[in-house]
């Protein structure tokens, strides 16, 4: 009777881990970022990639993920931006790039030579961690699927090592995530430049996106599923073998 409560929540949070982390890894939410401008009337002309209004804040939306980095742009009184930030993707009113090597913000433009090759080569392992830690999740949950129906214990502990490796991975990414926002200076950077090349009155905002909140929900899960199944792949070896 214990080992079938067990087992069932142990398979109900290696689902939800699996839910999640797929959510995180799928959608390109995990950094939102605004950058506005108030330009100066005496300078008329195009700022970057956003086209001058007069007398009018200037707003450029950013998001990003693992696949896609998406932008457009508008004006402060507009009302339906964030409506068209999360669900308007048309070609004419958003512009989106991939983002598996060309981490926000950082560009030719606005960082010397090292600090770009630096950058890629960071955002080479945050993407490579990603992709472990999904393949090891989704890998895990076929495994216990298959663990199932001949109560193996070999098989439970095999996907629980993979839930946890999964967890572990994911963990890196989240913490790698948090480091390039919060402790790196290539923000800082891009703002410098930003002020002194496009206008003295430049603002960017960063905020967390909703795939970077399903992460560490998913992490939980996969690491309390990933310990779940290592337990009962013991408790079955004792029992029945």
């Given at each position: 009777m214990k080992l079938s409560v067990a087992l069932f929540f142990a398979g109900l949070f290696g689902a939800l881990a699996a839910v999640f982390i797929l959510l995180s890894f799928g959608t390109d939410y995990w950094l939102l970022a605004s950058e506005s401008c108030l330009p100066n009337p005496d300078r008329p002309g195009d700022l970057g990639n956003v086209t001058e209004?007069?007398?009018?804040?200037?707003?450029?939306?950013?998001?990003?993920?693992?696949?896609?980095?998406c932008s457009f742009g508008g004006s402060e009184g507009d009302d339906d931006l964030m409506w068209k930030l999360?669900?308007?993707?048309?070609?004419?009113?958003?512009?989106?790039?991939?983002?598996?090597?060309?981490?926000?913000?950082?560009?030719?433009?606005?960082?010397?030579?090292?600090?770009?090759?630096?950058a890629i080569v960071y955002r080479g392992f945050w993407s490579i961690f990603m992709l472990i830690g999904v393949v090891a999740v989704v890998l895990g949950g076929f495994i216990i699927i298959c663990a199932a129906p001949f109560a193996s214990h070999c098989l439970?502990?095999?996907?629980?090592?993979?839930?946890?490796?999964?967890?572990?991975?994911?963990?890196?990414?989240?913490?790698?995530?948090?480091?390039?926002?919060?402790?790196?200076?290539?923000?800082?950077?891009?703002?410098?430049y930003q002020r002194s090349v496009v206008c003295?009155?430049?603002?960017?905002?960063?905020?967390?996106?909703?795939?970077?909140?399903?992460?560490?929900?998913?992490?939980?899960f996969c690491l309390l599923a990933g310990l779940l199944f290592l337990l009962i792949g013991r408790t079955v070896k004792i029992h029945y073998h």
């Open positions: 209004k007069p007398r009018d804040v200037l707003i450029t939306l950013y998001h990003e993920g693992f696949f896609w980095r999360w669900f308007t993707n048309q070609p004419h009113s958003k512009v989106c790039m991939h983002a598996y090597l060309f981490p926000f913000p950082v560009s030719h433009q606005t960082h010397n030579a090292t600090e770009y090759d630096s439970y502990k095999a996907g629980g090592g993979l839930f946890l490796v999964s967890g572990f991975f994911l963990l890196c990414v989240v913490v790698m995530f948090v480091l390039w926002v919060e402790v790196l200076d290539v923000v800082d950077v891009y703002v410098e003295e009155d430049f603002d960017l905002s960063l905020n967390y996106g909703l795939s970077f909140m399903f992460a560490p929900i998913g992490i939980f």
